[in-house]
């Protein structure tokens, strides 16, 4: 941009300078999304095209420009049209990532993890299905298109994402954490509904209750597909790729997401419903055998399979992050607390039903049950996994917010429920139902909030105390600084804060130029910025001894810093 003056009248007016290499960022920052965001298009509907094509191939006898089908005019165009777009603009993608800072741009990471993502979920889900669907006789031949179109496009980006030349320096590690997280969804659900549907034909069978249809066996196999699927999925990523070996933060928050918050959730649920039927079948047989039993296999199968992808990932959590293990046992804990304050409400609603006047013909023996089940289930995981989280931990002060927040949500919720429900009946004419049976739900609700709510703020504060007495107090024996510099003041006021404790007002001189002494005292242990010259060392060696309710401390020129204390 040109420097030259604007001339408005009497006055002058520079023009604001733009730096060119500013501008030429933005540029290639722009052009490089816009050209990305085509190039996934052009690849998702030239894969699109090439899968119509690939099906009539497959599903049909007839010749394939016979028919004069929509369909087939939109295949051939999404293929002979985007597929040779895509090539050529891939091409010259390609070239240019020569260049290491097209390499290194977040726009071609981002197409390689989206892509990787959107064509690994897409070719695994289409031939599981069509392995499960030959499994009960059903051809389809749209599924093993899809399957193998988008197993190529998957297989072309993950060469890209491991060339050697060529590969994102950026999101590089994204692609195998998605996918291993995604293998481990589709075979725990795969392996869970396997697991249910061989344990109901076995528990409702002896019962006398099973099922009539399909063959039992059908289902299970067809599940089974989807677990050895979604194994090898993971397997392939986890293990071959190498994501366990990761130690990036997006790998740690998949770990504790998908290997301990979700297995234990799937845990301790499966063990509350087995042991609410447990108590049913012995207290309460107020329904028949098939009803009680129902629950009863798809409960074990999520809690022996839930418990064995938790204790797996629980052997792997030493090998990561102490602020990963302990965001684990603090989730672990979370989760527990949810079950055993969930089981508090529901014991409290229970009990206010079963003094119900209203509801003296009703039992309420199930819904105690329920929260008994619930409570005995969640206190012993919650008191294990809590006591063993470290009191100076900031996982640990992140906790107690998060638990304060959603408390203090729940039981804004549960007061709302109560007004609600009295104004109603303060205002039903038909006065159907007591007052009690009511508010008694979120009665129970707002009794476990408060428990919950009273209990951590007890420990919140005796945490304050203990990080209190565990920090040691620099005796404060300035009372306040002023800073006089012509140089980058943050720093020093930052030293100067932490070796003091004082708090810092910054005057700018005027008779130093800034470039004073620049470089000055630079080497090891010396600081940019703080002061005009002077390095840290230096500043915090003239403070020591120090005291005064008020100090002056002047930085330059040069090297020069001056101390000078004074009184009100």
């Known amino acids: 941009m040109s420097d030259l003056p604007e001339h408005r009248g009497d006055h002058v007016t520079a ?38 094509l690939l099906e009539r191939l497959l599903g049909s006898t007839e010749v394939i420009v016979g028919g004069g089908s929509s369909q087939l005019a939109r295949s051939f165009a999404f293929t002979l049209i985007a597929g040779p777009l895509a090539a050529i603009l891939w091409w010259f993608v390609w070239k240019r990532l020569d260049d290491r800072a097209e390499r290194s741009s977040l726009a071609w990471g981002l197409y390689l993890a989206g892509m990787y993502t959107v064509s690994l979920i897409t070719f695994t889900t289409a031939l599981l299905a069509t392995v499960a669907s030959l499994i009960e006789g059903d051809w389809r031949p749209g599924d093993l298109a899809t399957g193998l179109v988008w197993a190529a496009v998957w297989a072309w980006h993950r060469w890209m994402l491991r060339h050697p030349g060529k590969a994102p320096t950026r999101l590089s ?13 589709v075979g725990v659900g795969g392996a869970i509904t396997a697991l249910s549907s061989l344990l109901d034909e076995a528990i409702l069978g002896s019962a006398g209750a099973g099922a009539v249809g399909d063959p039992w066996w059908q289902p299970v196999l067809q599940s089974l597909v989807w677990a050895v699927g979604g194994a090898i999925v993971w397997w392939w990523h986890w293990v071959r790729s190498g994501a366990r070996r990761l130690r990036t933060v997006l790998s740690d928050v998949a770990v504790i997401g998908f ?34 039993l129902e629950p009863l296999a798809p409960a074990i199968a999520a809690a022996l399979v839930g418990a064995l992808v938790w204790f797996y990932h629980r052997a792997v959590l030493p090998e990561r992050s102490d602020a990963a293990r302990q965001a684990a ?44 089940s619930s409570l005995i289930v969640g206190a012993p995981v919650w008191w294990l996994f809590w006591r063993g989280t470290d009191t100076l931990s900031p996982a640990r002060r992140v906790y107690l917010i998060v638990v304060f927040g959603l408390s203090a949500v729940v039981a804004l919720i549960a007061l709302l429920v109560i007004g609600f429900r009295i104004f109603e009946f303060l205002f039903d004419v ?9 508010v008694r739900a979120p009665f129970g609700l707002l009794v476990a909030t408060a428990l919950v709510s009273g209990y ?98 002047l930085v330059g020129p040069g090297t020069r810093i001056e101390v000078v204390p004074a009184a009100r």
Do not use: C, K, M
Not at 430 to 438: C, E
Not at 488 to 506: K, N
């Open 173 to 185: 590690s994204v692609p195998d954490v998605v996918g291993f997280t995604f293998g481990l969804a």
């Open 259 to 292: 290997g301990v918050l979700i297995p234990s959730i799937l845990t301790l649920g499966g063990i509350g419903v087995v042991l609410w039927v447990l108590l049913r079948l012995g207290f309460d047989r107020s329904e028949p055998n098939r009803v009680l």
């Open 329 to 372: 046992r603090l989730i672990t804990s979370g989760v527990a607390l949810v079950f055993a304050a969930s089981g508090v409400g529901v014991i409290v609603n229970a009990t206010l039903g079963a003094v119900t006047p209203t509801l003296a013909g009703t039992d309420t023996r199930t819904l105690l049950l329920g929260g008994i």
């Open 15 to 52: 023009l604001p300078q733009i730096s060119d290499s500013s501008a030429g960022s933005a540029q290639r920052t722009v052009r490089r999304l816009v050209v990305y965001i085509l190039l996934f298009a052009l690849v998702v509907t030239a894969a699109i095209g090439v899968s119509g």
């Open 430 to 438: 038909d006065q159907a139902g007591s007052l009690l049976d009511r």
């Open 456 to 553: 951590h703020f007890s420990i919140w504060r005796r945490d304050r105390a203990a990080i209190a007495a565990a920090t040691p107090v620099r005796p404060r024996t300035i009372g306040h600084v002023t800073l006089v510099t012509a140089g980058d003041s943050e720093a020093a006021v930052r030293l100067i804060r932490d070796a003091t404790g004082a708090a810092v007002t910054v005057w700018r001189r005027t008779d130093v130029a800034a470039s004073v002494g620049a470089g000055a005292g630079a080497g090891p242990g010396a600081e940019a910025g703080a002061g005009a010259g002077a390095d840290a060392a230096q500043l915090v060696r003239a403070l020591d001894g120090v005291t005064g309710d008020e100090v002056f401390v």
